[in-house]
């Protein structure tokens, strides 16, 4: 039904930035939630930041806002995630993901959504 590839990831300095994409296919999109996700070693995956395609109304985590923007452009069919003032604590696997947005749980539960990318590799050095 939807399809998620991510790319941009890559190797950073701390206090870079990084803008990473997620080229989606299928249809509808204005039904759904875009979401970014990451995993560091040894955590679970935790909810980073979505956004309602429809409305563009947006969700971040305490630990990413004020650094991080989701947006969208529909024209691409692409979600991207801007990453400033990276520290070493935001590297990760991340992970793009999808769900519809009648879906009644919590829109930062990663078990709510049901399309994943296979994500990309985020790493920031000091």
């Known amino acids: 039904q939807v399809q998620l590839v991510e790319s941009g990831g890559g190797m950073v300095q701390a206090g870079g930035s990084l803008r990473l994409s997620c080229a989606a296919s299928g249809r509808p999109f204005s039904t759904y939630v875009m979401g970014w996700f990451r995993q560091a070693p040894g955590k679970e995956r935790e909810f980073v930041a979505a956004i309602r395609w429809s409305s563009t109304i947006t969700y971040y985590a305490d630990s990413v806002k004020g650094r991080f923007t989701i947006s969208r452009d529909g024209a691409k069919n692409t979600v991207y995630l801007q990453m400033n003032s990276l520290t070493a604590d935001d590297t990760a696997v991340y992970y793009c993901?999808?769900?519809?947005?009648?879906?009644?749980?919590?829109?930062?539960?990663?078990?709510?959504?049901?399309?994943w990318g296979q994500g990309t590799q985020v790493t920031v050095s000091s």
């Open positions: 993901a999808a769900r519809q947005s009648s879906i009644i749980s919590s829109i930062y539960n990663r078990e709510s959504y049901d399309y």
